[in-house]
């Protein structure tokens, strides 16, 4: 502990008198600074005890006195010493009434004992202090690295824990919580994901206290890593600010699990290479091969139903993808395969697990933020994420391919997320819509729609009619209330005009294709 002004009172060798402010002594002194200025204020920072003889100070002046008291509390001095003696036999009792007054600690100072003795006690004090902080600080770094080592991070928050009489928390990338210690905060770790998240905006190192969640504490949040984004962050939450000896647990704790993540970042490097040979050796149908580099890196990945995901967009918004999947598969437990390549990001992921559900979740909020009409365009609006259907070993190319269908189809839509289901279910009518077959239908029925327009028959719905009833020349004549005969004269222009024969089924096709994209027009 500090030096306070009840230590120095009890100092047997300086023999100070309390003559106001008794309730006042448990304040820690930072300095002891003498001053014969009739205003010190100027020179003063706050936590100094001030030494005077009142040398140059009306001591016997109530309002003088009142005002002299009134300034150095204001700038933070915690206590006053006077000595006797000197130019006053006693303290004047207006300087006594001012310090009352104010509440001020009034020391007396016997003439035997100089003001040298007295700085050289807070000196001496403040010295300890440090040391045994100091002393305190290497002891916590001793037990924090061996609790790294011996037990992992979650012993590591446990010893940082017990250091500040607190507790302690890390969160992983995606800003959810890791670890906790005790246990029980984890609640109120788990309440402050969102000033973590603010946090990791910031360029790395960052830092920031806040108040715990419902003010039950002081919390310092911490980023961890070296990298322009951070890896993960620190919460330490106390009862009030840190000493020096918890800063230095700290400190150390910082240190020691940026280590943790910048060794986890390597090994994860190394993961994603030997993911990339597995990858490959799936799309070349090596399924067997794939198994025995996996090993139990990623073999229990590989004997189960996965998905293939591809993701095309910058590399932000990549690592925020990419962040979102692989945390969601730690906190659940489950391999996940992630490869990037490039300006994409290959992701291989059991079927129905956690990573596909925060892929879906992570698309669901991007699509969520460009429905927002005042959000500003970023470089994230640019994600597109296609995702197979569920497969396995034998079948990774053929997957492989269905994501890279689903991630064009995404593209095209202006969607996000497409999941190769969705293709297969529903109807081919809606990829019409493309501006290319719009082009195309327009440029093949030009001709029928112009010689319409000129009133010399109605070709465009006959072929229409003729079409949607299979040829059958009675059922589309009734449909259009004319003679079949009728209908055959109209069918042949159609083919004069079009230079095409309607017995082809490729020609018939492409003409009821094409007559559905300009109706959806």
């Not at 715990?212 to 949040?221: A, I, K, T």
Request: hydrophobic content about 45%; glycine content about 8%; overall charge negative.
């Amino acid at each position: 502990m500090p030096p306070t002004l009840a230590s120095l009172v009890h100092h047997s060798a300086l023999k100070l008198t309390v003559r106001a402010g008794e309730d006042r002594l448990d304040v820690p002194v930072r300095w002891a600074h003498v001053s014969e200025l009739a205003d010190p204020v100027p020179y003063m920072e706050g936590g100094e005890l001030l030494l005077i003889t009142a040398l140059k100070l009306d001591a016997d002046d109530p309002q003088a006195m009142r005002r002299y008291v009134k300034r150095l509390v204001g700038a933070g001095v915690v206590g006053l010493g006077f000595a006797v003696g000197v130019n006053y036999d006693e303290i004047p009792e207006a300087l006594v009434d001012a310090a009352e007054q104010e509440d001020l600690p009034l020391l007396e100072v016997p003439r035997r004992t100089p003001f040298l003795a007295i700085s050289k006690a807070v000196s001496a004090a403040i010295a300890a202090d440090q040391y045994r902080a100091v002393t305190a600080g290497f002891a916590a770094q001793r037990e924090l690295t061996r609790q790294a080592l011996n037990a992992g991070p979650e012993g590591l928050l446990a010893a940082l824990a017990a250091q500040v009489n607190g507790w302690a928390a890390l969160y992983d990338a995606s800003g959810a919580v890791v670890a906790t210690a005790p246990e029980w905060a984890g609640r109120r770790a788990a309440r402050l994901t969102a000033e973590v998240e603010r946090l990791r905006e910031r360029p790395a190192p960052a830092s920031s206290v806040v108040g715990g969640p419902d003010n039950e504490d002081r919390v310092e949040l911490h980023s961890l890593g070296t990298g322009r984004r951070s890896r993960a962050a620190l919460a330490v939450g106390t009862a009030a600010a840190l000493g020096t000896a918890e800063r230095y647990a700290v400190h150390s704790a910082i240190a020691l699990l940026t280590l943790t993540t910048e060794r986890s970042r390597s090994l994860h490097a190394a993961e994603q290479r030997v993911g990339a040979a597995v990858l490959r050796m799936l799309l070349a149908g090596q399924p067997d091969h794939a198994r025995g580099v996996a090993g139990d890196l990623y073999g229990g990945l590989l004997d189960a139903p996965f998905r293939i995901i591809v993701a095309d967009a910058g590399a932000e918004p990549l690592a925020g993808l990419a962040e979102a999947v692989e945390s969601a598969a730690a906190r659940a437990g489950e391999p996940v395969l992630v490869v990037p390549e490039g300006e994409r990001l290959v992701v291989l992921a059991a079927d129905g697990g956690a990573a596909v559900g925060a892929c879906v979740d992570h698309a669901a909020a991007r699509e969520a933020a460009r429905a927002v009409p005042e959000k500003d365009a970023t470089e994230e609006d640019d994600l597109v994420v296609g995702m197979s259907a569920p497969s396995g070993p034998i079948g990774a190319a053929a997957a492989y391919k269905q994501a890279e269908q689903a991630l064009s189809v995404a593209r095209r839509r202006g969607r996000v997320l497409v999941e190769h289901e969705q293709l297969a279910a529903g109807s081919v009518l809606p990829l019409l819509a493309d501006d290319a077959v719009k082009a195309f239908a327009d440029g093949l029925l030009r001709a029928l729609y112009e010689h319409d327009a000129t009133g010399r028959g109605d070709l465009v719905a006959s072929l229409r009619a003729w079409l949607s009833r299979h040829g059958q020349w009675d059922a589309a004549a009734a449909d259009l209330g004319v003679h079949r005969h009728t209908l055959r004269y109209r069918m042949r222009r159609v083919e004069e005009i079009l230079g095409r024969s309607l017995d082809d089924p490729d020609a018939r096709m492409e003409l009821w294709l094409a007559l559905k994209a300009t109706s959806a027009d």
